[in-house]
């Protein structure tokens, strides 16, 4: 199966920036769509990013719109999260993750955006936003 291994979090102020990375191997040849997604204790999943390959269309949740950006280095099998302009409200345990389940850029955001998407998931990193 896909192993996903997240890095990067951390502990910073409101208004500042983090770079996560997500390195992926094994079978990646069988993925079709990747996201980043993130949890609070006692909340249900939230997806908040989302990569097609073909083309690299990306899809975010109004939440984080205009301030996180994903990319994907194919070469290197990672994915990126640049999340700028922090709040604290962002707090909370990101995973990344995959898809082998056949899409279209057309299905949109809400549908790129959802856990149930997605089979292999990584082990999560913390980021930590203070005031």
């Known amino acids: 199966q896909v192993r996903l291994v997240e890095s990067g979090g951390g502990s910073v102020q409101a208004g500042g920036s983090l770079r996560l990375s997500c390195v992926a191997s094994?079978?990646?040849?069988?993925?079709?769509?990747w996201g980043w997604f993130r949890q609070v204790p006692g909340k249900e999943r939230e997806g908040i990013a989302a990569?097609?390959?073909?083309?690299?269309?990306?899809y975010y949740s109004d939440s984080v719109e205009g301030r996180f950006t994903m990319s994907q280095d194919v070469a290197k099998n990672t994915l990126y999260l640049q999340m700028n302009d922090l709040k604290p409200e962002d707090t909370a345990v990101y995973y990344c993750?995959?898809?082998?389940?056949?899409?279209?850029?057309?299905?949109?955001?809400?549908?790129?955006?959802?856990?149930?998407?997605?089979?292999?998931w990584g082990q999560g990193t913390q980021v930590t936003v203070s005031s």
């Open positions: 094994r079978y990646t040849y069988t993925v079709h769509h």
């Open positions: 993750a995959a898809s082998d389940q056949a899409a279209h850029l057309a299905y949109g955001a809400s549908w790129f955006l959802a856990p149930v998407r997605y089979r292999y």
């Open positions: 990569i097609y390959p073909p083309g690299a269309t990306t």
